[in-house]
């Protein structure tokens, strides 16, 4: 995980989004244990009870055992994310697309748009 933190957001939402991530991108797994609160805190500097809350939505808890990944979290995860996605990064990004005047093709073959200083000319039919 990224020891930095920005100031845009409370570190323990910070956390959170990293395990998310690593969640969504299958480093971590259902059933796969997290690294233990005091380690974490200890790592990167920060409060037990920030761990605690930002990997509280993500894990349940073993008794003696430790944290592990709750089953279906991905799934779930997924489907909130895709939502956050769509109500709060896609409006920007469609608004960006629009405003460069980028079309589909472009987009999906991350191909910049190819800009010419002379007239397009007809190409012979065939």
């Known amino acids: 995980m990224d020891r930095e933190w920005n100031d845009s957001q ?6 959170r ?27 990167y500097r ?6 605690l809350k930002g990997y509280q939505q993500l894990v349940e808890s073993r ?3 430790g ?3 709750n089953t279906g979290a991905r799934n779930l995860l997924l489907q909130g994310e ?3 996605f ?3 990064e896609w409006p920007r990004v469609h608004a960006t697309i629009q405003r460069l005047g980028l079309n589909a093709e472009e987009l999906l073959n991350g191909d910049a748009p190819r800009q010419s200083t002379e ?8």
């Open 10 to 15: 409370p570190i323990y939402r910070q956390l």
């Open 17 to 43: 989004d990293r395990v998310v991530a690593m969640i969504l991108d299958g480093v971590l797994k259902e059933g796969d244990p997290l690294p233990s609160v005091r380690v974490v805190a200890a790592e």
């Open 46 to 51: 920060v409060n037990p009870l920030t761990v």
């Open 63 to 65: 008794r003696g055992r």
């Open 67 to 69: 944290m592990f990944i």
């Open 82 to 84: 895709r939502q956050k």
């Open 86 to 88: 769509l109500a709060e």
């Open 119 to 126: 007239p397009e000319q007809e190409k012979p039919k065939s």
